[in-house]
């Protein structure tokens, strides 16, 4: 469901432009954070309940929120703000469209992607637009850091299983599968659930989750 539009982000957004990412130019993961290690890209970040808590968490590592709605990225931003214990030095946001990630990140520059319940685009004539289609597979190949991974979550069948067939055809490995993830205690370790996630587990839906890797 679309967030409606809430008045006051635009304002909060610009008075806290230190915590975006506003350059025109190719970005480059390891000159954006004071700590040089490794940068983790969400697409689509949402309301920012897994990006913020993953930042918080693994201070060891840098983490950017992408979002292209910016009523949604205002929220996420004022939640990553009011955040006690937590100074966002290893957290940036990026108010984009992902459909041109080569145009906006330098090539081999990020360490792991998320995909957490991503537009399924349910309509067969839209299936690439799906953000696990083959042609971002590609792109993402081309982001990634040799060894870098991208984790995916869906509540939705059709995009799980749509997502494996790509992947077959793509050069990732599969590192880890499953349709029903909170089904062993051990799936659950380390996981961190997104407001979606939240919601569609409380209403019973099965959680998918797929874990690739790049490997040269």
Not at 130 to 146: G, P, S, V
Request: aromatic content about 12%; charged content about 30%; proline content about 1%.
């Amino acid at each position: 469901m679309r967030l409606r539009n809430k008045n006051w982000t635009k304002n909060f957004i610009e008075e806290n432009l230190k915590y975006l990412i506003t350059t025109e130019e190719k970005i480059n993961a390891s000159k954006l954070f004071s700590k040089k290690q490794d940068t983790f890209l969400e697409i689509g970040c949402g309301k920012g309940q897994f990006i913020i808590e993953q930042a918080k968490n693994k201070s060891n590592k840098n983490f950017i929120a992408m979002e292209k709605e910016t009523t949604v990225m205002g929220v996420a931003l004022k939640k990553a703000i009011n955040q006690e214990n937590f100074d966002l030095k290893n957290l940036l946001f990026l108010n984009r469209f992902a459909e041109n990630l080569l145009d906006i990140f330098e090539r081999n520059s990020l360490k792991g992607i998320f995909l957490n319940f991503s537009d399924p685009w349910p309509k067969a004539k839209h299936f690439k637009k799906r953000l696990t289609y083959l042609k971002f597979l590609e792109i993402y190949w081309d982001l990634l850091a040799d060894n870098g991974i991208i984790e995916i979550k869906t509540d939705n069948d059709q995009l799980y299983d749509f997502s494996l067939e790509q992947i077959k055809d793509s050069k990732f490995k599969i590192i880890y599968e499953t349709n029903d993830l909170y089904s062993n205690k051990e799936f659950l370790k380390d996981n961190i659930q997104t407001e979606y996630e939240q919601k569609f587990y409380a209403l019973g839906k099965k959680i998918k989750k797929i874990v690739i890797k790049k490997e040269v």
